[in-house]
């Protein structure tokens, strides 16, 4: 059974990187995707990735954050952390080019907390 599993610091620095890697270690995903879901408001999309390497950034986290993947693992790179970027976040991903809802994989989710 695959299950991602995202790993990273809680309280974060200015410049923090998550990753998410697959348990079982295949990680043969084409699509993938960052979400993050603050108290009180809906889950939206950070950052995605089709498996044609077609990159899309929320405008709000957009010239900061950087989606990638090496090695198995998928990565978020996140600088110039603001407050408002304090979120539980989750990788998703999906064996096909496009990420398909409904059919994603997802990780548990992280707790990324920034303070002022």
């Known amino acids: 059974q695959v299950q991602l599993q995202e790993s990273g610091p809680g309280l974060v620095k200015p410049s923090q990187t998550l990753s998410c890697a697959d348990s079982g270690g295949a990680f043969s995903f084409k699509a993938m995707a960052w979400y993050r879901q603050a108290p009180g408001k809906e889950r939206e999309l950070v950052a995605s990735?089709?498996?044609?390497?077609i990159t899309d950034y929320a405008y709000s986290v957009k010239g900061r954050f950087t989606i990638s993947n090496a090695k198995n693992t998928m990565y978020l790179q996140m600088n110039s952390l603001k407050p408002e970027d304090t979120a539980v976040y989750y990788c998703a991903a999906d064996y096909t080019v496009v990420l398909r809802p409904g059919r994603m994989l997802w990780g548990q989710g992280i707790q990324v907390t920034v303070s002022s």
């Open positions: 990735v089709t498996g044609g390497g």
